[in-house]
């Protein structure tokens, strides 16, 4: 049986194994709440070049929620733990991209940040997470979305696999 912890220690021990990667309070912020029916755990990532997905690792662990036989969440002592960029940070991301993802002519493409952003029709992009090593496929979506969703979609998820470059923000 796992020792009970309450999310105020969940959060302090995230914080640690945080910190022992060398992300501080600067990049990383870690806050615990207590509800009527259980608790949270907030993590919100204030640098754009920490990986979500290595911190969603790192948090996913302390998640507790009972579930029913049929899956239902069950009322009571569930402690949920939440990753998330910070928004203003991201917000301030969105722009500069979506700058270049608005210039481009129909046919045209640009590689930033690992995704390759082609536009096929004035609000039409098909946007593909580039192959980061030979066992890795990528991944592709194709929409019609403008120019300013097309950079949340390309900013996000080179973010969350920690793509994002430095000299292309």
């Not at 709440?33 to 690792?57: C, L, R, Y």
């Not at 950079?151 to 430095?166: P, Q, R």
């Amino acid at each position: 049986m796992e020792k009970w912890m309450s999310a105020k220690d969940k959060a302090a021990a995230i914080r640690s194994i945080l910190k022992g990667k060398g992300w501080g309070s600067k990049e990383i912020s870690v806050r615990s709440e207590n509800f009527s029916m259980g608790s949270a755990v907030n993590v919100t990532i204030k640098s754009p070049w920490i990986a979500k997905k290595v911190v969603e690792e790192i948090a996913e662990g302390f998640s507790r929620i009972h579930r029913d036989e049929s899956g239902e969440i069950l009322s009571g002592s569930n402690c949920y733990v939440h990753v998330n960029y910070d928004s203003t940070m991201m917000n301030a991301m969105y722009k500069p991209v979506e700058e270049k993802i608005a210039a481009l002519s129909v046919g045209g493409y640009l590689v930033i940040h690992g995704m390759q952003v082609a536009r096929l029709a004035p609000n039409s992009f098909e946007i593909t997470r580039l192959p980061v090593n030979e066992d890795d496929v990528g991944h592709g979506m194709r929409n019609e979305w403008n120019a300013a969703c097309a950079s949340h979609i390309v900013i996000g998820e080179a973010a969350h696999h920690g793509l994002l470059e430095k000299a292309a923000a």
